[in-house]
């Protein structure tokens, strides 16, 4: 923690410069347990082996691991940037302690099958975890994810060689794990990836092409880097059916287990405005030699593979983005509580300028922005946890259960992404502002926070491509059942709080909400219906901000659901200020967030076409 002391009026005042804490562990456990019913999952064969005590052991034990090894460097890691030295990434030494720390702990692989090495951990505890530690430092966690991501990539459409010959060194983050798409070219347009697999007699494709935007591509700490990396077999078909997906090592190994140079080449270090101390490489594939390729799966089946990975770093990334707003909470909340200006206005409207300066927290507008924080931060964190029971719960389900939350998780995936990237952001700026001039200076941790979340709706899928997934393919998965079963599982809900006092007016709202998205797409699914589909997907942006909007509002209904059952509860977990935070909080939400729907309704039903087959010319 950094300190300044400023002085008015004569009087010292202590400023803190960076916050002590970075997350809400009450919050993290109410959610996991009174929300989301983590211990309910635990009753299932798949995780038995848990119990909450040993879950809360796993919580305080990456939470204290965040706290000596993370958090005190993340604006070093800022400061010490990744960078290029003579055909190398260099990053912060720290990291060498971090990654041997995370394989001990088997942080790498904890969601995994226990036959493959992992712990088997409920996808839920796994989710909360890497909040932590994001939360604490979020230049970490994506190396420790990527790796897990391409290991897992592997288990699960990898042959037997290739698991016995990587994933063990992965999960011990010994080796590292990328995921290579983007293309110069290309950029999120996999259809127009150039990089080539030429089949060979010996069993190994020799691959030739570059990537760009590599996220922990190459760096010092591991011994070597797993590329799972996307390349067309020649003679494959055009567009993305004719993409398969390799295992490209930085290192080859012979047959006595000797690393042998792969002829991957790292060429740049993507110097970024935020994020730094999580490298961003340019590879090159083949270009001094012969680069070796193995196939995973079957050729040309390459990117529905690595849709798995895909998906898994777009919910991560989401967490990412709810993890760098709850930092950036906690460090405006804590100087608002701390920093004097102003006085509160008397009864006359006039202030008293002799009296004593009042804290900015008492100001109702730094009251607004901080509960707007409050209510994004563990709005998104509730929207994480849902997902991820989803997937748990299809993980441990069958036959049509099965499908039911795969087609819930399908639908919300590309919410979970956006949602906490773009309000996250937000959400952030608000921070900024709470500390007025001192917020845009070095010194204090907003600013890089800002510059930290900004990329978050670009990795993985930008906004509007998430966006086009959610209204050009999820919302008519199985001709609409996956938007039927999310609407029934909001339903479940409605009619729990309409048993509570107090929350009958939020079911309602949330209710008449959910009327306007039916509204909207019985306006424009015939535009898709009639081939239109430009017209369908102009304002793809603009339905994702409506359904985000209504899904959290669903959450914060849960939580307030969850809150006022605890309260009638004479065994309490929490204080009662604790649960009339979440309260208080959900009604916020309603007022200042839910009330926004209608406006984008109206942006949607509007037939105008502005944005269709514009003239160039009025942007001169």
């Known amino acids: 923690m950094f300190e300044e002391f400023i002085k008015i009026d004569k009087t010292y005042f202590k400023i803190t410069l960076m916050a002590d804490q970075y997350i809400n562990m009450e919050t993290l456990r109410f959610q996991l347990y009174e929300i989301h019913e983590c211990e309910e999952l635990l009753n299932k064969g798949r995780y038995s082996a848990y119990d909450k005590a040993s879950i809360d052991l796993l919580l305080d034990a990456v939470k204290s691991f965040s706290d000596k090894d993370l958090f005190p460097y993340i604006k070093e890691m800022d400061e010490k940037p990744a960078y290029y030295d003579d055909g190398k990434i260099i990053i912060h030494p720290q990291f060498e302690k971090i990654f041997k720390q995370a394989g001990e702990m088997d942080l790498v692989g904890a969601s995994f099958n226990e036959k493959d090495g992992g712990l088997q951990l409920p996808t839920t505890v796994f989710q909360a975890l890497n909040y932590i530690m994001e939360a604490a430092n979020n230049h970490v966690p994506g190396y420790l994810g990527l790796t897990s991501g391409a290991a897992n990539l592997i288990l699960s459409f990898g042959s037997e060689d290739l698991k016995k010959k990587y994933v063990p060194k992965m999960l011990e983050m010994k080796w590292g794990g990328t995921m290579c798409l983007t293309e110069p070219q290309a950029g999120s347009s996999l259809s127009d990836i150039k990089s080539t697999a030429k089949k060979t007699e010996n069993g190994y494709y020799k691959i030739n092409g570059q990537k760009i935007f590599i996220s922990s591509g190459d760096h010092q700490f591991v011994e070597n880097i797993v590329h799972l990396f996307l390349a067309r077999v020649e003679g494959a078909p055009a567009g993305t059916k004719g993409v398969s997906l390799f295992v490209v090592p930085k290192y080859g190994i012979n047959d006595v287990g000797e690393f042998e140079p792969n002829h991957v080449t790292t060429v740049g270090e993507f110097e970024k405005m935020g994020q730094r101390g999580y490298c961003t490489t340019h590879l090159v594939f083949g270009d001094g030699g012969e680069c070796q390729g193995w196939l995973v799966g079957e050729e040309n089946k390459g990117l529905s593979y690595m849709f798995q990975m895909m998906n898994e770093a777009r919910i991560g990334t989401g967490r990412m983005g709810a993890a760098i707003a709850s930092a950036a909470y906690f460090a405006s909340l804590e100087y608002a509580r701390e920093r004097p200006q102003g006085r509160k206005l008397k009864a006359t409207g006039k202030k008293d300028v002799q009296s004593v300066q009042t804290l900015i927290i008492n100001h109702p507008d730094v009251q607004r922005m901080l509960l707007l924080q409050k209510a994004i931060v563990e709005g998104s964190l509730s929207l994480i946890l849902q997902a991820s029971t989803y997937l748990d719960k299809e993980l441990t389900s069958e036959g049509e259960e099965k499908e039911k939350y795969n087609l819930l998780l399908e639908l919300l995936t590309p919410v ?80 729990k709080a309409n048993s509570f006092e107090g929350l009958t007016l939020y079911a309602n709202t949330l209710l008449e909400n959910l009327g306007l998205v039916q509204k909207v797409l019985a306006a424009l699914i015939p535009h898709a219906k009639l081939g239109n589909f430009e017209k369908y997907l102009a304002d793809a942006t603009i339905f994702m901000e409506l359904f985000g909007t209504i899904v959290v509002g669903w959450q914060w209904l849960k939580m307030a659901i969850g809150a006022k059952e605890s309260l009638n509860n004479k065994d309490q977990e929490y204080s009662k200020t604790f649960y009339e935070g979440k309260i208080h909080t959900m009604k916020f939400y309603f007022k200042y967030e839910m009330a926004k729907t209608k406006g984008l309704v109206k942006i949607l039903l509007d037939d105008e076409d502005l944005t269709i087959s514009t003239n160039q010319a009025i942007f001169d």
Not at 429 to 450: A, K, P, W
């Open 416 to 495: 979970v992404k956006t949602y906490p990237a773009e309000q996250g952001r937000i959400s952030v700026s608000n921070g900024l502002q709470v500390l007025g001039g001192y917020g845009y200076c070095q010194d204090f941790i907003l600013q890089q926070y800002y510059r930290d979340i900004r990329i978050i709706a670009i990795y993985e899928g930008t906004t509007g491509i998430q966006s086009l997934d959610l209204l050009g393919r999820k919302v008519g998965l199985k001709n609409g059942l996956a938007l039927e079963l999310l609407t029934k599982e909001i339903q479940i809900d409605l009619k």
